[in-house]
Nanobody, 115 residues
Framework: QVQLVESGGGLVQPGGSLRLSCAVSGIIFRLHTVAWYRQAPGKERELVAAITSGYSTNYADSVKGRFTISRDNAKNTVYLQMSSLKPEDTAVYYC?????????WGQGTQVTVSS
């Protein structure tokens, strides 16, 4: 059974930082691309950042230079370091792993950027 468990969300002031974590089990983690998505109220879910098995990364234009995705294959965990947070970063953040046969999602973690 594949499980993705996110943690690290919360309330932060504009300009602040947070680090999200996603622990993955049930698959050979190191073989797969892992990504972070987010969904704000009334908006569609959007890709924030992704990291391949070869450690290549890509980011949404809106977060480039502020967010960093990384992975630790020894811990089966992917991270999203978020800095210089803005109110428009407020959303539920989801971890995602795509295999050859399915796309798996975590339950999401709320990030709220507000003063």
């Amino acid at each position: 059974q594949v499980q993705l468990v996110e943690s690290g969300g919360g309330l932060v002031q504009p300009g602040g930082s947070l680090r999200l974590s996603c622990a993955v089990s049930g698959i050979i983690f190191r073989l797969h691309t892992v990504a972070w998505y987010r969904q704000a109220p009334g908006k569609e879910r959007e890709l924030v950042a992704a990291i391949t098995s070869g450690y290549s990364t890509n980011y949404a234009d809106s977060v480039k230079g502020r967010f960093t995705i990384s992975r630790d294959n020894a811990k089966n965990t992917v991270y999203l370091q978020m800095s210089s947070l803005k109110p428009e970063d407020t959303a539920v953040y989801y971890c995602n792993v795509k295999t050859a046969t399915w796309s798996y999602w975590g339950q999401g973690t709320q990030v709220t950027v507000s003063s």
